[in-house]
C-alpha cells in the first residue's frame, strides 16, 4: 500500500515571501501521479498542481511549482510570491495507475500554512 | 457549470441514529468518489462509483456504512447506528473520465457529522 508523509504540521510565511512544503512518499508503483490539493478554510478541496511520475520535467502552475525527486520519493511544492490567499491547508496526494486502482487519491495528514501580511 | 453539492453540510445526530448524506456530482461526470476526513486529518477513501456501478468499497469502515448510486448521478452514503468515531467530514468528488488519469477529482464542500 502507499503512503504519504508530510512532517510539517504548520508553516508560516511573509506575504510576497516563498515558502516550501515537503512531502515524502512510498510506493513500490513505477508510474503515478502526485497531487497538491488546497483546503481553504470554507473545506472545498482545490487542486493546486499534478506531476506524472513519468515526466521528469517539474509541473508549474504559475506562482506554484513543485519539486519531484523520483528516486528520494519526495514532492514539495514552492509558492512564490505567497498571498493572504494562499492561506490553507495544503495536502499531498498519491494516485496510483494501476488497473482497478481506480485513480483512489492517497492524502497525507496535510500542513497549515498562514501567510503573515 | 455548477460543481458538486453536497447536503447537508451541517449534520448532528444522536448515537444509534442513522444519516443519510447526499452527493450531487458535476452533471456528466463518471466518476464518484466518498472520502472521511476526520478532524486535522487527510481524507481518506471510502468508495468508488462509475456510473451505477460500485466499483470499490474497500474503504467503508464496517457494515454500517452502505453507498449507492443507483441512476448514476446522485449519490448517497448511509451511516446507521451512529457511532462518535463516526464524526468526521464527509467529503463527495467526480471526475470525468473513467480511465482519464489525467483528469482532475473535484470536490463538494463536505458535510459535517457530528455524533452525539
Known amino acids: 500500500a502507499q503512503t504519504v508523509t508530510q512532517s510539517q504540521p504548520e508553516m508560516s510565511v511573509q506575504e510576497a515571501e516563498t515558502v516550501t512544503l515537503s512531502c515524502t512518499y512510498d510506493t513500490s508503483e513505477s508510474d503515478y501521479y502526485l497531487f497538491w490539493y488546497k483546503q481553504p478554510p470554507s473545506r472545498q478541496m482545490i487542486l493546486v498542481i499534478r506531476?506524472?511520475?513519468?515526466?521528469?520535467q517539474n509541473a508549474t502552475e504559475n506562482r506554484f511549482s513543485v519539486n519531484f525527486q523520483k528516486a528520494a520519493k519526495s514532492f514539495s511544492l514552492k509558492i512564490s510570491d505567497s498571498q493572504l490567499g494562499d492561506a490553507a491547508m495544503y495536502f499531498c496526494a498519491y494516485s496510483s495507475l494501476l488497473t482497478g486502482a481506480n485513480s483512489k487519491l492517497t492524502f497525507g495528514k496535510g500542513i497549515t500554512l498562514s501567510v503573515r501580511p | 457549470g455548477a460543481g458538486v453539492s453536497q447536503s447537508p453540510r451541517y449534520k448532528v445526530a444522536k448515537r444509534g441514529q442513522d444519516v443519510a448524506l447526499r452527493c450531487d456530482p458535476i452533471s456528466g461526470h463518471v466518476s464518484l468518489f466518498w472520502y472521511q476526513q476526520a478532524l486535522g486529518q487527510g481524507p481518506e477513501f471510502l468508495t468508488y462509483f462509475q456510473n451505477e456501478a460500485q466499483l470499490d468499497k474497500s474503504g467503508l469502515p464496517s457494515d454500517r456504512f452502505f453507498a449507492e448510486r443507483p441512476e448514476g448521478s446522485v449519490s448517497t452514503l448511509k451511516i446507521q447506528r451512529t457511532q462518535q468515531e463516526d464524526s468526521a467530514v464527509y467529503l463527495c468528488?467526480?471526475?470525468?473520465?473513467?480511465?482519464?488519469?489525467?483528469?482532475?477529482?473535484?470536490f463538494g464542500p463536505g458535510t459535517r457529522l457530528t455524533v452525539l
Open positions: 468528488a467526480s471526475r470525468d473520465k473513467t480511465g482519464g488519469y489525467t483528469d482532475t477529482q473535484y
Open positions: 506531476q506524472e511520475a513519468y515526466k521528469q
